[in-house]
């Protein structure tokens, strides 16, 4: 049995359940590091358009500057904030799309493991539990109802001024957890010492205070 990491906490689960707020919240609360790994991908993805090419990608990515401002993830090219480009749902479909190739994974898993210190990270992803940080001392699969992260993102789009249709995101949601699930390049799914929580009926602070307390009874174990 591997030693587990207690300086990592990975958040994995499908597209919309409330990993990327859960994560930034844990960063900020213990003073962690915070991996959004569907920003690298979204900023690996926004590298491939512009080159069609894996290899020529992997160079444009590396010459992207990636920093944490305020516990947030930020992607910088050429000293232009380019972060909010990132969030658009155009470059989120592009991103889904390449994820699932070997290369693609391949190009960034180091990049990913990397930012893992003695300072603390919080891994928010996919596959971050499974494959990234099988070592994680603490690894959460978090879920939600799809009617319910469709319409988080809904709100989320709509304050961020982007015009979309609810039925349209449901939908989007449905094919995109289908293609996350069945790609057989490291699979949505939970790890097996992952903990499974349920965000449907929970704020982001009751969830919040759930994993914080998993979190200091993992630490307690070693």
Avoid at 15 to 35: D, M, P, Q, T, V
Avoid at 106 to 117: C, H, P, V, Y
Avoid at 188 to 208: C, F, H, K, R
């Amino acid at each position: 049995m591997s030693l587990k990491n207690n300086k990592i906490i990975t958040i994995d689960g499908p597209s919309a359940s409330g990993k990327g707020s859960l994560a930034k919240a844990l960063a900020k609360e213990l003073n962690f590091i915070l991996l959004d790994s569907g920003l690298l991908y979204r900023a690996y993805s926004f590298c491939f358009d512009h080159s069609q090419n894996h290899s020529l990608a992997a160079d444009l990515f590396s010459n992207l500057n990636i920093k944490s401002i305020d516990h947030e993830m930020h992607v910088f090219k050429n000293e232009k904030d380019i972060t909010s480009i990132l969030r658009n749902e155009d470059v989120a479909k592009s991103a889904s799309e390449l994820s699932s190739l070997k290369e693609t994974r391949e190009n960034l898993i180091s990049f990913q493991r990397d930012l893992a210190s003695d300072h603390g990270l919080v891994a928010d992803g996919r596959d971050m539990g499974t494959v990234v940080f099988p070592d994680a001392g603490t690894k959460i699969f978090l879920v939600a109802d799809v009617e319910v992260r469709a319409k988080r993102r809904f709100l989320e789009l709509q304050n961020a001024g982007q015009e979309v249709n609810m039925r349209d995101l449901i939908d989007d949601i449905r094919l995109r957890d289908e293609a996350d699930k069945d790609r057989e390049i490291s699979p949505l799914m939970p790890a097996d010492d992952s903990i499974e929580l349920n965000s449907s009926n929970l704020t982001p602070q009751e969830v919040l205070k759930i994993v914080l307390k998993i979190y200091k009874e993992k630490t307690k174990e070693v």
